[in-house]
T-cell receptor, first 119, second 115 residues
Framework: AQTVTQSQPEMSVQEAETVTLSCTYD???????LFWYKQPPSRQMILVIR??????QNATENRFSVNFQKAAKSFSLKISDSQLGDAAMYFC????????????????FGTGTLLAVQP | DGGITQSPKYLFRKEGQNVTLSCEQN?????MYWYRQDPGQGLRLIYY???????QKGDIAEGYSVSREKKESFPLTVTSAQKNPTAFYLC??????????????FGNGTRLTVT
């Protein structure tokens, strides 16, 4: 079974600085998708960025980028020019491309990293 | 605006009572999901539904039940059989079950407290 590990329960960054959140996963599959979700104090989950495993190029979305290392099964999130609004819980998630009895879109989440942004 | 509405935001119940959490979406999505969130455990899948009148158990379905009579609605009932029902519950949807790269859209969640 696939697992997702976020080894940093909490992180802190100064406003305007850069921070990297770590995520590793375990899978025997070759095709899958990886996601980073943000959960602010409002508790609504917001998609930050996604990566297809077959793509070698790292995904970027404005100030957010990932470092996808498929062989190492690592998927870290880099936030550049951190802003106060980036303070949130960040979840890494994995989704298989294989249809296991219809649960194709089943997301497997890590335990999250709580990011604090210091002014 | 399209989205997912979960109600109520906070819910309190006595132990032994069943309680139903509402989830409505106007995104015309076929697939809907219920997740449970506990501190330090991330999100875990309770039930999911790919189409109307069909649903499947997720990883932690015991003590829960669902229905999918309408495309827009996917209510979750927390029964008295659920041993530890106090948690934050998130409903999600996406276009259809075969949308491999279609991200999940989430509601704002319901915080259930059972005493």
């Amino acid at each position: 079974a696939q697992t997702v590990t976020q080894s940093q329960p909490e992180m802190s960054v100064q406003e305007a600085e850069t921070v990297t959140l770590s995520c590793t996963y375990d899978t025997s599959e070759s095709d899958y998708y990886l996601f980073w979700y943000k959960q602010p104090p409002s508790r609504q989950m917001i998609l930050v960025i996604r990566q297809e495993a077959y793509k070698q190029q790292n995904a970027t979305e404005n100030r957010f980028s990932v470092n996808f290392q498929k062989a190492a099964k690592s998927f870290s999130l880099k936030i550049s020019d951190s802003q106060l609004g980036d303070a949130a819980m960040y979840f890494c998630a994995y989704r298989s491309e294989t249809n296991y009895g219809g649960a194709t879109n089943k997301l497997i989440f890590g335990t999250g990293t709580l990011l604090a942004v210091q002014p | 605006d399209g989205g997912i509405t979960q109600s109520p935001k906070y819910l309190f119940r006595k132990e032994g009572q069943n309680v139903t959490l509402s989830c409505e979406q106007n995104l015309n999505h076929d697939a809907m999901y219920w997740y449970r969130q506990d501190p330090g455990q991330g999100l875990r899948l309770i039930y999911y539904s790919q189409i109307v009148n069909d649903f499947q158990k997720g990883d932690i379905a015991e003590g829960y039940s669902v229905s999918r009579e309408k495309k827009e609605s996917f209510p979750l009932t927390v029964t008295s059989a659920q041993k530890n029902p106090t948690a934050f519950y998130l409903c999600a949807s996406n276009k259809n079950w075969s949308s491999y790269n279609s991200p999940l859209h989430f509601g704002n969640g319901t915080r259930l407290t059972v005493t």
